[in-house]
């Protein structure tokens, strides 16, 4: 069956670093797009950030756009999420999320398979 699992969500100062992995399985992981979302206590899922299955093309929310970095290895079907600058409001459960499209997509309703989520939590 289809696995996807986060790694690296742990607690952190504001202003430092995190880089999220998510290993995949049991998919042909160079056919699907990635996407990493998040959720917040008492809030909805949100987009974070998505990559094409082709490595090359890459979209991001307005409010992470140029802290974080999503990036994949096909080779190793793991995709990441690097985040710089972390602030308190990165506080959320992190997803990350597969799709079927080739093309990266925005949104939930696009993706077919989920993990189970890494928690990051920034101190202020």
């Known amino acids: 069956q289809v696995q996807l699992v986060e790694s690296g969500g742990r607690l952190v100062q504001a202003g430092g670093s995190l880089r999220l992995s998510c290993a995949a399985s049991g998919l042909t992981f160079r056919t699907y797009a990635m996407g990493w979302f998040r959720q917040a206590p008492g809030k909805e899922r949100e987009f974070v950030a998505t990559i094409a299955w082709s490595e090359g093309s890459t979209s991001y929310a307005d409010s992470i756009k140029g802290r974080f970095t999503i990036s994949r290895d096909n080779a190793k079907n793991t995709v990441y999420l690097q985040m710089n600058s972390l602030k308190p409001e990165d506080t959320a459960v992190y997803y990350c999320?597969?799709?079927?499209?080739?093309?990266?997509?925005?949104?939930?309703?696009?993706?077919?398979?989920w993990g189970q989520g890494t928690q990051v939590t920034v101190s202020s």
């Open positions: 999320a597969a799709s079927p499209r080739h093309y990266y997509s925005h949104y939930v309703s696009d993706y077919e398979y």
